[in-house]
């Protein structure tokens, strides 16, 4: 499966699960900025000034875009935790104080996304719009090339496999 490493695609074992953002999700946002940078180009050999906007907007997202082609986004799951690096800012979840995650089906960005709560976010204004918005206090920003639901029931079985080992101890 393209964007996942590791062992397999469960987490019952000790080797952490690795997903990954494939890049051919990313390419056409590169691509695009790439085309609207040359407009913006044409635009200021045209004599609009507008093509200074068009260069500098399009531009930031060529930084962007192209430094997730370099470093795509990832999600690690390990025996005790979430770990997501997302535009290269890290953030981790415990897998025993997240609860069930589920599928909400974003009608405005037209791609469904994992939702889940957590105590830590649960607690702010944020987490308390997200709850009653998606179903969750806090949610991935995308699905690592998995189809949402089987996303959100490997992150289940790696939540119920914590929990056991929680209970154990």
Do not use: Y
């Not at 790439?34 to 399009?58: C, E, H, Q, R």
Request: aromatic content about 8%; glycine content about 12%; proline content about 5%.
């Amino acid at each position: 499966m393209d964007g996942v490493t590791g062992t397999g695609q469960h987490v019952s074992g000790e080797e952490p699960l690795v997903l990954s953002t494939p890049r051919r999700k990313i390419l056409p946002m590169f691509a695009g900025a790439t085309v609207f940078v040359a407009v913006g180009l044409l635009m200021v050999v045209s004599d609009n000034p507008l093509g200074w906007f068009v260069i500098a907007f399009f531009g930031a997202c060529l930084v962007v875009f192209g430094g997730q082609m370099v470093t795509p986004s990832q999600l690690r799951v390990t025996p005790t935790s979430v770990q997501l690096r997302h535009l290269w800012r890290p953030k981790e979840w415990d897998l025993v104080s997240c609860g069930e995650f589920g599928v909400w089906g974003n009608s405005m960005a037209g791609q469904p996304i994992v939702v889940f709560d957590h105590h830590i976010e649960s607690g702010s204004r944020l987490g308390r719009a997200n709850r009653a918005l998606a179903g969750g206090s806090a949610s991935l920003p995308e699905t690592f090339g998995m189809d949402a639901s089987k996303l959100a029931n490997l992150l289940n079985e790696a939540r119920r496999s914590a929990l056991q080992r929680a209970k154990k101890n």
